[in-house]
């Protein structure tokens, strides 16, 4: 048969069989927190409010004009402008500290996160309430079916400890009910082991305080303590309707992991990075002071004169030497996450030599773009990781059970958390003359 083609250059493209993995998301929190539709809602706005029911399930959230439209903070800061009962002005101001941790993720450099609504601001929420449903995908429970979150925060966990009363004053925060459902939420990241809890202490804590509160969360040498990051003091901000006031961190340092993954990298520790849209920190910290949270695992927020605010610490609170880093945990669960969500091909394929070989290719190539942008030790790549699937750890009694093995090992950078100079001044020696 002819060929119909007239003469010229014709391109075929073939698939090269080369199986590639993705780098799976490290950069988005999950805030939960207070929320309520306002009486002031515009009805004609362009974007609406989410409805009650929509704010309870997870939403992903691309801006912080987005937010401000689809969870009422206009409305709601009016309303408060306007409040003169005591007990309405404790339920307006309870849903503010999860607007003012998603404008402070943004401002330091997120680009989306999820937000996991609470609509009854004016009571408690139980740690059972927290933990939420699976099957109605609310709580912490809801996050389980979003693979891209990796930072779990809650805001208003310390409003969320006792009902609103009133009073004049705001009621004081409940630490025991606080420690019970920071309980849930640990839980929810050790099980889900793709996820870091970042922790807020209770309001108004001077550092012998808060050492003392971190010396009640679980214990260090748990395996939750390798998912918990605590940081210290809180911050005051310029408010999101413009009225000052102290917030918890943990939204400002969620924007901090995110900046610091888009600009260097997971591997980077997410410190020595200035903390934007903050005003002041509620205590200013000595070092020796800052010394003794940090041998507590808790990560310290300073201001350094000519500098700003800064980020100054990046651990979880593990006193395994595994575990210690913030960056190496999170890393970690990046290099797992990539592996488990890009090999899935290899579900029902033949187990034999091909499969284990194109399975070796992938990680091995993964690993070494990885080492190249200086994620691992090693003056070569056979230093920074090795990956083995073969005869050795795939017997024929592995095979027969339907099972592929694939060991991989990792040498991870530790951050240069404490650089040591020595000055030695050596006399001058006088020259002889002739």
């Known amino acids: 048969m002819p060929n119909p083609n007239p003469p010229g250059v014709f391109v075929k493209e073939l698939p090269g069989g080369v199986r590639l993995i993705a780098g799976a998301s490290t950069s988005v929190p999950a805030f939960l927190g207070y929320t309520k539709a306002s009486a002031k809602d515009d009805p004609k706005a362009t974007t609406q409010p989410f409805t009650e029911a929509e704010r309870e399930v997870p939403q992903k959230i691309r801006s912080w004009q987005e937010f401000a439209a689809r969870y009422s903070v206009k409305g709601i800061t009016e309303e408060l402008a306007e409040a003169t009962e005591p007990a309405t002005i404790h339920v307006l101001e309870r849903c503010l500290p999860l607007a003012e941790a998603v404008h402070g993720f943004f401002a330091n450099g997120g680009s989306a996160c999820y937000v996991v609504g609470f609509t009854s601001p004016q009571t408690a929420v139980s740690p059972e309430a927290l933990t939420g449903d699976a099957g109605a995908r609310t709580g912490l429970a809801g996050l389980e079916t979003v693979p891209e979150v990796s930072m779990v925060a809650v805001p208003s966990l310390w409003d969320m400890t006792a009902n609103v009363s009133e009073e004049k004053e705001t009621p004081a925060p409940d630490q025991a009910e606080g420690l019970s459902r920071m309980a849930e939420v640990l839980k929810h990241c050790t099980e889900q082991r793709d996820r870091l809890a970042i922790l807020d202490p209770p309001p108004g804590q001077n550092p012998g305080e808060a050492v003392t509160f971190a010396g009640k969360l679980d214990s260090p040498d748990s395996d939750a303590a390798a998912f918990t990051t605590l940081y210290y003091p809180w911050l005051k901000v310029a408010g999101v309707d413009t009225v000052e006031r102290t917030v918890p961190p943990c939204g400002h340092v969620a924007g901090v992991w995110a900046r610091t993954d888009a600009e260097r990298g997971v591997f980077k520790a997410p410190a020595n990075q200035n903390l934007r849209g903050a005003l002041s920190l509620e205590t200013a910290l000595t070092d020796d002071q800052h010394g003794e949270l940090n041998e507590k695992g808790v990560n310290c927020l300073r201001a350094f004169p000519d500098r700003g ?126």
């Open 309 to 434: 605010l800064l980020v100054w610490g990046a651990r979880t609170r593990s006193t395994a030497s595994d575990w210690r880093y913030l960056n190496v945990r999170r890393l970690v669960s990046f290099f797992s996450d990539s592996i488990h969500e890009s090999t899935t091909w290899a579900v029902f394929e033949p187990n034999d030599e091909r499969l284990r070989a194109t399975l070796r290719h992938s990680v091995g190539s993964f690993l070494t773009d990885q080492w190249r942008q200086g994620a691992l030790m090693g003056r070569t790549s056979e230093e920074a990781f090795y990956v083995i699937c073969d005869d050795t750890n795939n017997p024929t009694e592995t095979m027969d059970e339907g099972k592929v093995i694939c060991d991989i090992g990792i040498a991870p950078v530790r951050p240069a958390e404490f650089i040591h100079f020595t000055i030695t001044q050596t006399a001058g020696q006088v020259g002889g003359t002739t």
